[in-house]
């Protein structure tokens, strides 16, 4: 056989048919049942396509005349438009509904925002020191009346207690240090009775003095008692609140200045040192005073209040009546 022969569909069909030895009777026969096998296959390839093609949804769908004919430019639209369909799956209800949420929340946020900054340019405030600010709520002006009749009454109480004291000192300096520690015990009881209306154990008011390089416990009231409480030491020049108190001759709470909060393991709330500067060793603070108080949501106010009003230069008409009586540096040291 030729080589044009043998690579003919006649000669291909052949040289298959003997390589399987089907016999010549056979033949018709298995084409007959190939050629039906290939309908079949088409025809249910075709009716599959069909199917598909019509559960499709959408404007515009492809038909299988477009398929039939080549619509090449329809069909390409068509896969595009479901491109489209599947963004817009995407972006489904439930994620719109999400962002529609999120962005109500933003609004509020927003809102709540410029509310609270309109709400603070109509508040007022306290300005204390060194640098901070306090805001004067209604809570706080309705208790108001209250510490000003508090400090009237500690102002009255405590001058009679020093009028009573400058009376009793003399040129005995040993009876006159026991005068000076009964004097400062009484100003801590009416700290704690008159300013804050307490004679337990949430207020304490203690005394230090200047020693050896040291600001030590001079005397401590708690309440109504004195106290042995141990109070820390704290050495001089050391950037706490007492030296920053004499330098600028002002009373400074803690909670407000806690960069010149020295560590002294407190279990007080807050506390407010007074440094007396018109008393001094070798140019260095010598006496100074703090008030100490738990639970600061029943007296934080008032200590606030205590810086607000400037009580230190209360205090220090007091002391100074003392000291022209009874050199204090001198009578302690």
Same mark, same amino acid.
Request: glycine letters at 6%; hydrophobic letters at 35%; proline letters at 2%.
């Given at each position: 056989? /030729? ?13 298959? =048919? ?18 039906? /096998? ?83 340019? /109509? ?79 949430? =207020?304490?008011?203690?005394?230090? =003095?200047?020693?050896? /390089? ?34 600028? #001759? ?14 002294? #393991? ?61 050199? =204090? ?5």
């Amino acid at each position: 056989m /030729g080589a044009a022969g043998a690579f003919s569909t006649g000669g291909m069909g052949k040289t298959f =048919i003997s390589y399987l030895s089907i016999q010549k009777e056979h033949v018709s026969g298995i084409l007959l049942t190939l050629i039906i /096998g290939l309908i079949l296959s088409v025809y249910i390839s075709f009716k599959k396509l069909c199917v598909l093609l019509k559960e499709q949804s959408g404007e515009k769908v492809i038909r299988v005349l477009d398929i039939v004919l080549g619509y090449h430019e329809f069909i390409k639209q068509y896969y595009e438009n479901r491109l489209n369909d599947t963004k817009d799956i995407v972006e489904s209800e439930k994620i719109k509904q999400k962002n529609k949420e999120l962005e109500q929340k933003e609004e509020y946020l927003i809102e709540f925002e410029r509310r609270m900054l309109d709400q603070k340019k /109509g508040l007022l405030f306290f300005k204390l020191p060194e640098q901070s600010e306090i805001p004067v709520t209604n809570s706080f002006i309705r208790k108001m009346p209250m510490y000003v009749d508090n400090i009237c009454k500690f102002k009255s109480d405590v001058d009679r207690l020093t009028k009573e004291f400058c009376e009793k000192f003399s040129q005995d300096k040993e009876d006159n240090k026991e005068l000076l520690k009964a004097y400062f015990v009484g100003i801590g009881m009416y700290v704690s009775n008159d300013l804050f209306g307490s004679s337990g154990t949430n =207020i304490r008011t203690h005394f230090r =003095i200047l020693r050896n /390089g040291q600001h030590v416990k001079y005397t401590a009231v708690l309440g109504s008692i004195i106290s042995n409480d141990k109070i820390t030491e704290i050495p001089q020049n050391s950037n706490s609140m007492i030296d920053r108190s004499f330098q600028l #001759k002002k009373s400074l709470i803690a909670s407000l200045n806690p960069e010149y909060n020295y560590d002294t #393991k407190t279990k007080w709330d807050d506390y407010m040192t007074i440094t007396y500067y018109n008393l001094k060793s070798c140019d260095e603070p010598f006496l100074s005073m703090a008030i100490s108080i738990k639970y600061v949501e029943q007296y934080g106010d008032m200590l606030y209040f205590l810086n607000f009003y400037k009580i230190e230069e209360c205090m220090d008409s007091y002391i100074k009546m003392i000291d022209r009586k009874c050199d =204090i540096v001198n009578t302690l040291k």
